[in-house]
């Protein structure tokens, strides 16, 4: 069956029509689960004043605040819109890597950022930010042998951020779907080589 171009647009309303409703539903259900989470960490923070605390009991405190700071990060993707302003990209990396600190830690993972200066992109943050930690996520991995990333910006002669890691790095699924949600979003484009990744930025 051939579609007309008026019953194509009001196909492509009613998706985004969906599409709009399942946005609006994720963010709410991100607000209940935040709201909780937030009333837990603000009542264990006296733990921390104990001189002696028991290393399992400070694990659940980051890993609490970490999951509160990670979940507000994907509501911010599914209530906002594209926001196209000018940011450090060293001061965004580091956030990431604050935000993924619980599970850095438990991969046995060590990053190193370099160089530590002022690089400025324009582009939309929370994408910029959804992007560096899903790729960061695929490279430390579930295995919890001791590894080193070092991640590199450049600017010259085109914005790149190059993260390198000590062991080789598959071509998988998830990377190409990555790559895919990159180029969607005009952000640029992702590479994998051996054990380098990067993300050639737009």
Same mark, same amino acid.
């Given at each position: ?38 009333? +837990?960490? !603000?009542? #264990? ?5 104990? *001189?002696?605390?028991?290393?399992? &009991?400070? =694990? ?75 790729? +960061?996520? !695929?490279? #430390? ?5 001791? *590894?080193?990333?070092?991640?590199? &910006?450049? =600017? ?47």
């Amino acid at each position: 069956m051939i579609l007309t171009k008026k019953q194509l647009n009001r196909k492509q309303l009613l998706k985004l029509s969906r599409e709009a409703q399942f946005g609006r539903l994720c963010a709410s259900f991100f607000h209940d689960l935040v709201n909780p989470l937030t009333g +837990l960490i !603000l009542r #264990i923070e006296t733990l921390k004043k104990l *001189k002696q605390l028991n290393p399992e &009991i400070k =694990d659940i405190i980051d890993s609490t605040r970490n999951l509160e700071e990670y979940l507000l990060v994907f509501k911010d993707m599914l209530d906002s819109r594209p926001n196209i302003e000018s940011f450090n990209l060293e001061t965004e990396i580091n956030n990431c890597i604050r935000l993924l600190s619980h599970r850095i830690k438990k991969t046995n993972t060590t990053i190193v950022l370099n160089p530590k200066r002022k690089i400025i992109y324009t582009g939309d943050k929370t994408i910029f930010s959804h992007i560096i930690i899903s790729l +960061l996520e !695929l490279i #430390i991995s579930k295995d919890t042998h001791k *590894k080193m990333v070092e991640i590199k &910006i450049t =600017d010259y002669p085109n914005k790149n951020i190059r993260i390198k890691s000590d062991s080789k790095l598959k071509q998988t699924e998830e990377f190409k779907s990555l790559n895919i949600i990159i180029k969607q979003h005009s952000m640029g484009s992702l590479t994998i080589n051996e054990n380098i990744a990067t993300l050639n930025l737009k």
